[in-house]
């Protein structure tokens, strides 16, 4: 199964984060992950923005009406009936690329850093941790504990302390 996983750079500040090749290769092999965890059964795609404070400030505020920045947005394509992958409904197929669009994912590599020096871990395992979150809710799972204990388990598939 093919998926497709875009990741673009906007901003100034991610090249002082991370060498830009090892970057892109950790999320899309953090995606490749969550989605095998979850069996997903099609290739999907899966757009990831990564990007600054000052970038993710303006996502946030023109999609979200909160102008500040954060650490991850995600724009989901799909709808579940219920948390995860076995939950979904009608399913929108991308003709031209044969793939289902799961949504998109937009980064802070500033509030990154910022986090992984405040939770102690470093900036690879926070991006990890980002990535998982953002992911499941691409997949329908909404802020609970199920969602919580389902991170820290693919957390620890990948080898990141909780």
């Not at 090892?22 to 092999?29: A, G, N």
């Not at 102008?67 to 989901?76: G, I, R």
């Not at 948390?83 to 500033?110: A, R, Y």
Request: proline share 2%; charged share 25%; glycine share 6%.
């Amino acid at each position: 199964m093919k998926h497709r996983i875009t990741t673009r750079f906007v901003g100034d500040k991610y090249t002082q984060q991370a060498p830009t090749r090892i970057y892109r290769s950790l999320i899309r092999h953090t995606i490749l992950m969550v989605l095998k965890s979850e069996a997903v059964d099609m290739p999907c795609a899966v757009n990831v923005l990564i990007t600054d404070d000052e970038g993710i400030r303006s996502y946030n505020s023109k999609y979200r009406g909160i102008n500040k920045a954060t650490d991850v947005l995600s724009f989901p394509m799909q709808e579940f009936d219920k948390e995860g992958w076995g939950g979904i409904g009608d399913m929108d197929i991308d003709l031209d690329t044969q793939t289902l669009p799961l949504g998109d994912i937009v980064i802070s590599t500033t509030t990154i850093k910022r986090h992984a020096r405040r939770y102690k871990h470093t900036f690879e395992q926070e991006t990890v941790r980002m990535i998982i979150h953002s992911v499941l809710h691409l997949l329908g799972y909404d802020h609970n504990d199920f969602m919580q204990r389902k991170e820290e388990e693919l957390m620890c598939l990948h080898g990141v302390a909780v």
